[in-house]
């Protein structure tokens, strides 16, 4: 784990999902593999030379960007495949149940979290998939408020939500709103740094990249080491 500009004032904690509040290679795999299947069936070409020219093109955003890495959802634009057809493709080929199951230790440190900050998503997968993933970890109610007048109000932010990928400012600032937030009070928790914490920390929120669910369970003693709790 690694921490960056942890406010003092802390209010609102935004999630990355995959490969953060769970640890699954297998899912995480098949979130990349089944759309590369999916788009070199379309081009009749076989999913090995489908991948090799990702990889490839992934490789030269990177030399052409400082190093920096672009997401899924980009890659497959720059191959015609828009923002609105990507969540087509992801709500029809994501199948969190299948590998997910409830998580209790998940469970307890978002409860802790909770208590002290309002909690919330930004994720690169639709609003449907997260949904559906963190109700197969048994948590999404953490990320739920019941208005007055019985609305539930659901605190994710997806691919759906804005029609733009992570690394993007405005799924994070629509993160902050949602949370009732001002992003100097916000932390950005996600497995991969240039997608999830390099920008947040610029927009001035916190950061905290972790190499997994382990992590996330280490959160609520992190805050309280810290002094923020
Ligand atoms: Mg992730």
């Not at 299947?37 to 992934?58: C, H, P, T, V, W």
């Not at 048994?138 to 007055?148: A, K, P």
């Not at 949370?179 to 905290?208: F, K, N, Q, T, W």
Request: hydrophobic share 40%; charged share 25%; with cysteine.
């Amino acid at each position: 784990m690694k921490v960056y500009n942890l406010p003092v004032k802390c209010a609102a904690i935004l999630f990355d999902i995959d490969s953060t509040l769970y640890t699954n290679p297998e899912y995480a795999r098949s979130q990349i593999d089944l759309p590369i299947k999916r788009l070199a069936r379309l081009r009749g070409i076989s999913f090995d030379r489908m991948n090799d020219e990702i990889n490839q093109y992934r490789d030269n955003w990177a030399k052409t960007h400082n190093g920096q890495a672009i997401s899924y959802g980009n890659i497959f634009k720059a191959f015609g495949v828009s923002i609105a057809e990507s969540v087509k493709w992801r709500e029809e080929l994501c199948q969190p149940e299948q590998y997910l199951s409830k998580d209790t230790r998940l469970r307890s440190a978002l409860e802790q979290l909770n208590k002290a900050f309002v909690l919330g998503v930004v994720t690169n997968n639709p609003v449907s998939i997260a949904e559906r993933t963190l109700c197969a970890l048994g948590v999404e109610d953490l990320f739920h408020t019941r208005t007055l007048v019985r609305r539930t109000v659901v605190r994710i932010i997806g691919l759906d939500t804005c029609g733009v990928s992570k690394p993007h400012k405005e799924p994070f600032m629509r993160a902050a709103v949602l949370c009732g937030a001002v992003p100097e009070a916000c932390v950005s928790v996600g497995d991969r740094y240039d997608i999830d914490i390099a920008l947040p920390l610029e927009l001035g929120m916190g950061g905290i990249l972790v190499d997994g669910v382990e992590d996330v369970y280490k959160l609520p003693e992190l805050f309280v080491k810290e002094g923020i709790i």
